[in-house]
């Protein structure tokens, strides 16, 4: 059974920084891409960013909105995948989720989410 | 880059169908057949109900279609049930290696 659990969300001033971690369990880890998607409260679904597997290149992707502040990376050994977040401010405020895609969809089609994980951007 | 554009809302009576559009541009719905729909109830984690703009994941009905024309997909939900009140999200990956989500429609079953 395939399982994400997200940690790592929390209370957070703006400008400050947060790292989430996403634990994942029930497929070959090392084999997919992973996906980020966040969720404002009451807001609409926004994608964050993707990593994608060693065997592709291990490279990420980012939305618009967090280039340059937010940075996912991968631990294959600890089936693990994070997304650390810098300079944070209001807007960065939502529910953030991990996801795994449907195989050989190139994380387009997350079918797998992890319960989420709230973050708090508030002085 | 702005979202797709879906209805904020939509309704229907059980039994009958109805359709939802996600209206990108020829960038992202237009080029790439990368478009999914997922459905949202209440207080739930978003469920994934159809990908690569045809195919259906495991265990979701028949009775959920989508189809493309042009820079517009649609989500089609055939036999309405109470059961399928929820917000839908589209997505679909763009020219600029991101992928991009409609800004949600509320589904209401009369």
């Known amino acids: 059974e395939v399982q994400l659990e997200e940690s790592g969300g929390g209370l957070v001033k703006p400008g400050g920084s947060l790292r989430l971690s996403c634990a994942a369990s029930?497929?070959?880890?090392?084999?997919?891409?992973m996906t980020w998607v966040r969720q404002a409260p009451g807001k609409g679904l926004e994608w964050v960013g993707h990593i994608i597997n060693k065997r592709d290149g291990e490279t990420a992707a980012y939305a618009a909105p967090v280039k340059g502040r937010f940075t996912i990376s991968r631990d294959d050994s600890q089936n693990t995948v994070y997304l650390q977040m810098t300079s944070l401010n209001t807007d960065d405020t939502a529910v953030y989720y991990c996801t795994k895609d449907v195989p050989l969809t190139m994380g387009t089609a997350a079918l797998y989410w992890g319960q989420g994980t709230l973050v708090t951007v508030s002085s | 880059q702005s979202a797709l554009t879906q209805p904020p809302s939509v309704s229907g009576s059980p039994g009958q169908s109805v359709a939802i559009s996600c209206t990108g541009t020829?960038?992202?719905?237009?080029?790439?057949?990368?478009v999914s729909w997922y459905q949202q109830a209440p207080g739930t984690v978003p469920k994934l109900i159809i990908y690569d703009v045809t195919n259906r994941p495991s265990g979701v009905p028949d009775r959920f279609s989508g189809s493309k024309s042009g820079n517009t997909a649609s989500l089609t939900i055939s036999g309405l049930q109470a059961a399928d009140e929820a917000d839908y999200y589209c997505?679909?990956?763009?020219?600029?290696?991101?992928?991009?989500f409609g800004g949600g429609t509320k589904l209401t079953v009369l």
């Open positions: 020829s960038s992202d719905v237009g080029t790439y057949n990368r």
């Open positions: 997505s679909s990956w763009t020219s600029r290696n991101t992928l991009l």
């Open positions: 029930g497929f070959p880890f090392s084999d997919a891409w």
